[in-house]
């Protein structure tokens, strides 16, 4: 067996982050040459992923960003096993490149796809292998989201104090004018969505199959209502179960005495033109 040097060792540890004992044995295992103890490490980090694949990854941070032209952004989950390990260096220096890779990847949706994508000549998932061989965690990248404006409007990102959960949301305007006076409307409204968890922007966007389960729980409470009463009662709890659970006609979080479509179209008015929100993401990890 090759003799390995303290320099050696120390060298390869500053290069991967793994433990003294670890880069000893990878140094052996390649006869003293780092960089193919860098692989042998690798490969520990892909073992472990393939023994852990079956476990929960309940646990990570939630993670977005905007390129620096405003038009296009994205919001990311990474998952992980536990708690202790979401809120280590490595894993959140990893979260923080994620979003990186994320505005780059060619799809709009679709973690396999930032997977795949390299920055700087680099594969993410590389990146990710090499986490892992530190952490000893099943990692992976959860849900993930990218919007490129196509005109005039903004994008705005909320992600809450815990890191475990996040909002994105698109909203269209008239003119470029009219979306830098709403800033922080748009950010209001982005706040509003990770707070409430609206299921759609409008009912017309809820799953049909939704709508029917909800009536008839709604019918099946009031069976015992006269029958000429029924119709008239149920419809009256699908209506206030819009308003809870479309974005456009919830209360708004800041100010409940009107709704999120009203919010919008003061400050449009305010700003001198139109807006309207085109589309939102809720993404939480737990």
């Known amino acids: 067996m090759a003799e390995i040097s303290a320099a050696a060792v120390m060298e390869l540890r500053k290069i991967s982050g793994q433990g003294i004992m670890d880069c000893k044995k990878a140094l052996q295992e390649a006869g003293g040459d780092i960089e193919k103890a860098l692989d042998i490490l690798r490969k520990k980090g892909m073992a472990t992923l393939a023994k852990r694949a079956e476990r929960d990854t309940t646990e990570g941070l939630v993670v977005g960003k905007s390129s620096p032209d405003g038009k296009t952004a994205t919001l990311a989950s990474l998952c992980c096993e536990t708690d202790f390990v979401a809120k280590s260096e490595d894993f959140v220096a990893l979260a923080r490149k994620l979003v990186d890779f994320a505005l780059v990847c060619p799809a709009d949706q679709g973690a396999e796809n930032i997977l795949e ?3 700087g000549g680099k594969k993410f998932n590389d990146i990710l292998t090499e986490t892992v061989s530190k952490t000893g965690e099943k990692t992976q990248v959860g849900d993930y989201t990218k919007y490129t404006l196509g005109g005039p409007g903004l994008i705005s990102t909320y992600i809450h104090f815990n890191d475990k959960v996040g909002t994105m949301v698109q909203i269209d305007t008239s003119d470029q004018a009219t979306a830098g006076a709403m800033k922080q409307t748009a950010a209001d ?3 509003h969505i990770t707070a409430t968890k609206p299921l759609a922007l409008a009912k017309d966007q809820i799953d049909p199959g939704t709508l029917e389960r909800e009536r008839a729980i709604f019918a ?5 209502k006269p029958a000429n009463m029924v119709d008239k009662i149920v419809e009256g709890k699908m209506q206030k179960f819009y308003a ?3 974005l456009l ?8 005495t009107r709704t999120v479509e009203q919010v919008l179209a003061d400050a449009a008015k305010k700003a001198g033109g139109r807006a309207t929100i085109k589309r939102f993401v809720r993404i939480a990890v737990g």
């Open 117 to 119: 994508t390299s920055v």
């Open 189 to 191: 409204i982005a706040m």
């Open 220 to 224: 099946d409470q009031v069976k015992n």
């Open 244 to 246: 809870e659970n479309c």
């Open 249 to 256: 006609q919830q209360a708004f979080v800041k100010d409940d």
